[in-house]
């Protein structure tokens, strides 16, 4: 069974009248998400060779079964005469099988889901009106991508958000990985993946950690704004003891950014130790919570909007001089 840990963005072109599905299907209408529960047929075809549910996943369903079987599994082409058969005897593995099962067990319907996908969408139009609402699906990916995007199309794996005390993770995940691995940051990973397949960062030779911090700060505070999160802490996935360890230690992490001349960067290791989600990291004697840049990014990113009322959030997403957003934002923590 092949095993990637890493979130995964495919951005593709896709001319989706030609693949059997549209955005808004089933009846959706434009303002209501509903999510395609495209793992309870991946699981009926498994477990007993339905011709129907299989007819499904190849005639009404071509891109996201595409997508499972080319980019998340890498099993093969679609195109395959033995493809399907393939694809039923790859989840026919033990471990897999009972992964289907749970997952089921585990989401009977996807309620909450819906409805911070919904209330998080609704927020997002009506700030940037062009913004295409996704056609939202969910997979079991064999603990593979978490959010899969590609052009308008958004895949949840279920497999991986099973909550972080579910025995199957102990043999694959850190105890730091399953952390995030929770029901309740679905909503949140799909707002975060979903932004930055549409607003990416400009990679370039210079580009160093200030960049990064302000660009993940600043799709984090969206995502905070669009899901009413109380403080970025908590839209990070962090706990309120981690969250109060920064604000008690902001101006301290600030300093020891500029100390060891940090802000600018760009070297990977630095960039990691700052942007990584990992175990805790070693920081003024103590232990600070992972992905701490993005924390710190988000601390400028609200100070920069405090003097910049007038801006939307979509003004914010366009924004990608982040030197010049930084000299403006006022951000005095020091």
């Known amino acids: 069974m092949k095993l990637r840990i890493s979130l995964l963005v495919v951005l593709i072109c896709i001319l989706f009248t030609s693949c059997g599905i549209s955005t808004w299907t089933n009846g959706q209408k ?3 998400i509903s999510v395609l529960r495209y793992d309870k047929l991946l699981s009926e075809y498994v477990r007993s060779n ?11 369903y071509q891109q996201p079964t595409k997508i499972l ?23 026919s593995d033990t471990i897999l099988i009972r992964l289907l099962n749970d997952v089921d067990k585990k989401f009977p319907n996807l309620d909450a889901v819906e409805k911070d996908l919904n209330k998080g969408f609704r927020k997002l139009k009506k700030e940037v ?21 590609v052009d308008t199309l958004l895949g949840i794996s279920l497999d991986k958000y099973m909550g972080e005390d579910y025995p199957l993770y102990k043999r694959f995940y ?32 210079g580009t160093c950690l200030i960049d990064r911090m302000l660009h993940y700060g600043k799709i984090h505070f969206v995502m905070q704004s669009l899901l009413d999160y109380d403080n970025i802490g908590e839209a990070i996935g962090y706990s309120e003891e981690e969250h109060k360890w920064c604000k008690e230690h902001e101006k301290d992490i600030w300093n020891y950014i500029q100390t060891n001349d940090h802000l600018h960067a760009r070297d990977p290791m630095i960039i990691r130790y700052y942007m990584q989600p990992a175990a805790a990291i070693d920081m003024l004697g103590e232990q600070a919570p992972a992905s701490i840049g993005t924390w710190m990014g988000a601390q400028i990113i609200a100070s920069y909007m405090k003097k910049h009322k007038e801006l939307k959030l979509k003004d914010l997403l366009e924004i990608t001089d982040y030197h010049k957003l930084f000299k403006e934002s006022g951000y005095l923590a020091s």
């Open 30 to 32: 434009e303002e209501e």
């Open 50 to 60: 339905s011709f129907s549910a299989k007819q499904k996943l190849i005639m009404n």
């Open 69 to 91: 079987i080319e980019d998340v599994l890498s099993i093969g082409q679609v195109r395959d005469d033995a493809i399907s058969q393939r694809l039923q005897s790859y989840y």
């Open 129 to 149: 009106p062009e913004m295409k609402v996704p056609f939202i699906y969910s997979q079991v990916s064999a603990f593979n991508e978490s959010i899969v995007v």
């Open 174 to 205: 850190y105890d730091y990985q399953c952390r995030s691995m929770r029901p309740e940051r679905i909503a949140p990973d799909c707002f975060v993946f979903y932004l930055l397949s549409r607003y990416g960062l400009d990679y370039h030779e």
